[in-house]
C-alpha cells in the first residue's frame, strides 16, 4: 500500500530513491492528488514536499491519515503549519545544509551588481566593446556598510564571507545577539539608513510579509540590495518604484513574490539581475538536501527522533 507521496520535481536518482526505499508514488504537484484513488489518499502517512505552491488545509484535509509533511528545503513558508498542527502532521525541513551555496551566491549576486557585470556582458556582447563605445564604472565592493537582514544560519554565513571583504557589518534580529565586529538595528528600516546595501535572508511568511517597503528602501538610497531569502520579503511595487526613480543603484534578486512567475516590471528593468530561485541549486546541496528529507521519512517511519523537525 502506498503510504507515503513526493510531490514536486524531484531528480531521476530521487525518485529512484523515493521508489526504492518508500514504494513512494510520484507526483508533480498538489494538484494532481485531486486525481488519486481516495482509497489510496485515504492510506498516505507522508508526504515529501518539494514547491512552494500553498499546502493548506485543502490539500491536508485531502489525506486524512497524513502525519508528515517532509520538507525538501530549509523555508517551510508554503505549508500552513497552524493548520499541520491542528490535525497532528509533523513538518521537518532540510537546514544548515545549504547554509553554505545560498551564501555563496548571495556574495556572487552582491558583487556582481556592484561591479555591473551583467551589464558589462551585455556590453561585449552587443558589439560595443570593439565599436569603442563607453562602459559606465563599477561601484567598489570591498569595505561597503553591508546589512544584513535576518540573522539565522544563512545571515551568519553571509556575514562570515563578508567579513574578508573588510565590510562594517551589520543585521537586524528579533535581539542583539552580541556578535563581535558586528552592529544590530532593531528593523531593516533603522539599519539601512547606516548601511550602503542590504543582504536580504530572513525566513518568508506572514510576518516578514512586506518588511522591506519604501520607508527602508527610502533610507537605504542609492545602494544595492540582494534577496536570497523569499520574494515576499520585499514589496515589489516599491521596489520597482525606488529602482525607476533612480533612488536605488541597483538590485538583485534570486526570489519573486509569485514564481514561478518573475515580476515582469523588475525584468525589465537593466539595473536588476534576476534568477531563478538557485540558491541552493548545486549537485552536492541538492544531493544533501533530499538526503536529510528521507532521513526525516526514515525516522518517522522507525519512531525514532527526526533529525529536523520545524523547531
Ligand atoms: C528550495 C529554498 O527548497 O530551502 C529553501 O527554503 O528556498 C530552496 O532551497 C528549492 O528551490 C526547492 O524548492
Known amino acids: 500500500m502506498t503510504h507515503t507521496l513526493a510531490i514536486g520535481h524531484y531528480e531521476p536518482e530521487e525518485i529512484d530513491a523515493f521508489q526504492s526505499q518508500f514504494a ?5 504537484d498538489l494538484a494532481a492528488m485531486a486525481a488519486l484513488d481516495p482509497a489510496l489518499r485515504e492510506g498516505v502517512r507522508i508526504v515529501a514536499y518539494k514547491g512552494h505552491e500553498p ?11 497524513l502525519g508528515l509533511i517532509a520538507n ?14 491542528a490535525r497532528g502532521i509533523t513538518i521537518t525541513i532540510t537546514p544548515d545544509v545549504l547554509n553554505e551555496d545560498v551564501a555563496d551566491l548571495a556574495l556572487c549576486m552582491w558583487i556582481a551588481a556592484c561591479r555591473g557585470v ?17 562602459l559606465a564604472l563599477g561601484t567598489k565592493a570591498s569595505g ?35 556578535v563581535a565586529g558586528m552592529r544590530w538595528h532593531a528593523t531593516p ?26 520607508d527602508t528602501l527610502a533610507a537605504l538610497g542609492p545602494g544595492y540590495i540582494i534577496n536570497v531569502a523569499r520574494g515576499s520579503v520585499i514589496d515589489e511595487d516599491a521596489l520597482v518604484a525606488a529602482l525607476k526613480e533612480g533612488r536605488l543603484a541597483g538590485a538583485a534578486l534570486d526570489v519573486f513574490a509569485h514564481e514561478p512567475q518573475a515580476n515582469a516590471q523588475l525584468l525589465a528593468l537593466p539595473n536588476v539581475l534576476s534568477l531563478p530561485h538557485i540558491g541552493s541549486a548545486t549537485v552536492q546541496t541538492r544531493a544533501a538536501m533530499a538526503s536529510l528529507q528521507r532521513a526525516n521519512i526514515a525516522a518517522f517511519l522507525a519512531g525514532a527522533p527526526l533529525p529536523s523537525p520545524v523547531p
Request: charged fraction near 20%; aromatic fraction near 6%; charge should be neutral.
Open 24 to 28: 513512494a508514488l510520484v507526483l508533480p
Open 55 to 65: 499546502f493548506g488545509p485543502l490539500q491536508m484535509d485531502g489525506l486524512p491519515g
Open 72 to 85: 525538501y528545503g530549509v523555508g517551510h513558508d508554503a505549508i500552513d503549519g497552524d493548520a499541520a498542527r
Open 118 to 134: 551583467m551589464g558589462a556582458a551585455a556590453y561585449l556582447h552587443r558589439g560595443d566593446w570593439v565599436a569603442g563605445q563607453p
Open 144 to 178: 561597503r556598510k553591508v546589512g544584513i537582514v535576518g540573522m539565522g544560519r544563512i545571515g551568519r554565513a553571509v556575514a562570515d564571507r563578508l567579513a574578508p571583504f573588510g565590510c562594517e557589518i551589520h543585521y537586524t534580529a528579533r535581539a542583539d545577539k552580541g
Open 189 to 214: 528600516r533603522a539599519m539601512a539608513q547606516d548601511v550602503d546595501d542590504l543582504i536580504v535572508t530572513i525566513v518568508g511568511g506572514e510576518q516578514t510579509r512586506n518588511l522591506i517597503g519604501h
